[in-house]
C-alpha cells in the first residue's frame, strides 16, 4: 500500500498543475483561446477590410486588424518586458512603442523589437471561422 502510494505522488509530482510554458521567450502562463463574432457590436470595425479594434478578450488587452477577409493579425498590447502598466501605444502602426521603455516593436515582423535584441510582442494566431467569426489563439 506503501508503494502505491509513493508511486501516486511521484506521478502527481512529475505532472504538476504549474504552466511554465514561454510564449515568444517572454510570456510565461497565458493562455487565450475565444470565437470572436463580428455581429457583436464591439467587433464590427472588423467587418471591413483595414478595419481595427481593440478589446480585453480572455482578461487581455488584444489588437486585432483585418488585413483581407482570410487575413487578420491580433496582437497583446502588453509591454513584452512585462514592468509597464501601461499598454502599448500604436499610434504610429506599424511601429508600435512601449511607453515606460521607449522601445519599439513592429507587428509585420512577428512583434520584434526595433535595432536591438529582446523581448518579442506577444502575437496570436488568428483562424477564420465561418464568414462571420475569427478564432484567436496562442
Do not use: W
Not at 33 to 46: A, G, K, N, T, W
Not at 78 to 94: A, F, G, H, V, Y
Not at 97 to 118: A, Q
Request: contains cysteine; aromatic residues 8%; negative net charge.
Amino acid at each position: 500500500m506503501i508503494k502505491k502510494t509513493l508511486i501516486c505522488l511521484l506521478f502527481l509530482s512529475l505532472f504538476s498543475c504549474e504552466d511554465n510554458t514561454t510564449i515568444n521567450d517572454c510570456f510565461r502562463g497565458v493562455f487565450v483561446s475565444e470565437v470572436i463574432e463580428f455581429r457583436l457590436p464591439v467587433y464590427q470595425d472588423l467587418i471591413v477590410n483595414g478595419g481595427s479594434t481593440t478589446n480585453t478578450i480572455n482578461g487581455r488587452l488584444i489588437h486585432i486588424i483585418r488585413n483581407s477577409s482570410s487575413n487578420y493579425i491580433a496582437f497583446d498590447l502588453e509591454c513584452p518586458l512585462r514592468t509597464c502598466n501601461s499598454p502599448l501605444d500604436i499610434s504610429n502602426l506599424p511601429t508600435i512603442t512601449c511607453p515606460c521603455h521607449d522601445k519599439k516593436y513592429n507587428y509585420l515582423e512577428g512583434g520584434r523589437v526595433i535595432g536591438e535584441e529582446g523581448c518579442s510582442m506577444l502575437m496570436y494566431n488568428v483562424t477564420p471561422v465561418g464568414n462571420n467569426a475569427i478564432q484567436i489563439t496562442n
